[in-house]
């Protein structure tokens, strides 16, 4: 039922991209308590700023610790679940996650480690990615989350893309924003909103994925 949901969804998308000429761009995050989800609205937002590209939010299932228990075919709100088509139909991908001891969250690692296919396939060899997280405090894995999200992105063989500090609040942020990729401090108590550089380097992470997945092309 979801697949056929969602293949409705990504089908619609694909023959209107088609038409227009445009190329989407994947934008797939998990997020428990809405950090992330904002973060990815400013990636959408940067990737949406650049001509013919058009970002394709998604999310993944939470995963539990009781195996029995199964998600919804559809989530209740948010954007769809990803699919393997989304992997393969996307020419670039923003990748999301809070930081959980200092590495990313397993419902998301769920869903990369069920990428063989794709792996073996090389469907994803050569795209453009950019990893992006948000951790409650400063120094307690926001930038090790980051790097690890890129190790199963180069093993699919994908050009990883970072922050430049031509971007100026690489250099003036007290919070969140890294070359690595755009982040978030939250706060103990999660309640810090994303702040205006924050939200600037999304935005500019996001920009520049797109532009680069344009001139690497198909
Ligand atoms: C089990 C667990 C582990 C966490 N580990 C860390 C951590 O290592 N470092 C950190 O700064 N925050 C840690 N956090 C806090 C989250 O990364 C932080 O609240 C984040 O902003 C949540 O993002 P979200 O709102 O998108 O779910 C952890 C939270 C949980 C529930």
Redesign the pocket.
């Known amino acids: 039922m979801a697949g056929s949901y969602n293949s409705v969804i990504n089908l619609n998308n694909f023959t209107k991209h088609i038409e227009n000429n445009m190329a989407d761009i994947l934008v797939l995050y998990y997020?428990?308590?809405?950090?992330?989800?904002e973060l990815a609205t400013h990636i959408a937002r940067g990737i949406d700023s650049v001509a013919g590209m058009s970002a394709r939010v998604r999310t993944v299932p939470k995963v539990s610790t009781v195996t029995e228990a199964v998600a919804a075919a559809v989530p209740e709100t948010g954007p769809p679940y990803v699919t393997s088509a989304d992997l393969r139909e996307c020419v670039g991908l923003a990748l999301g996650s809070?930081?959980?001891?200092?590495n990313m969250a397993a419902s998301l690692k769920y869903f990369i480690d069920g990428t063989g296919g794709e792996w073996m396939s090389g469907a994803l060899v050569g795209k453009p990615a950019s990893v992006f997280t948000?951790?409650?405090?400063m120094h307690?894995?926001?930038e090790s989350t980051l790097l690890s999200m890129m190790l199963p992105l180069l093993h699919h063989g994908m050009v990883i893309v970072g922050v430049p500090y031509t971007e100026t609040a690489l250099s003036t942020t007290d919070q969140g924003g890294t070359p690595y990729g755009a982040s978030?401090v939250?706060g103990a108590d999660?309640a810090r909103v994303v702040s205006d550089l924050e939200k600037s380097l999304a935005f500019a992470a996001g920009k520049r994925l797109a532009v680069l997945a344009g001139k690497l092309g198909p």
């Not at 809070?98 to 200092?102: D, E, L, Q, V």
């Not at 948000?134 to 405090?137: A, F, G, H, I, L």
Request: hydrophobic share 20%.
């Open positions: 997020s428990q308590t809405g950090a992330v989800r809070p930081t959980r001891f200092g948000s951790s409650s405090s307690g894995g926001n978030h939250a999660g």
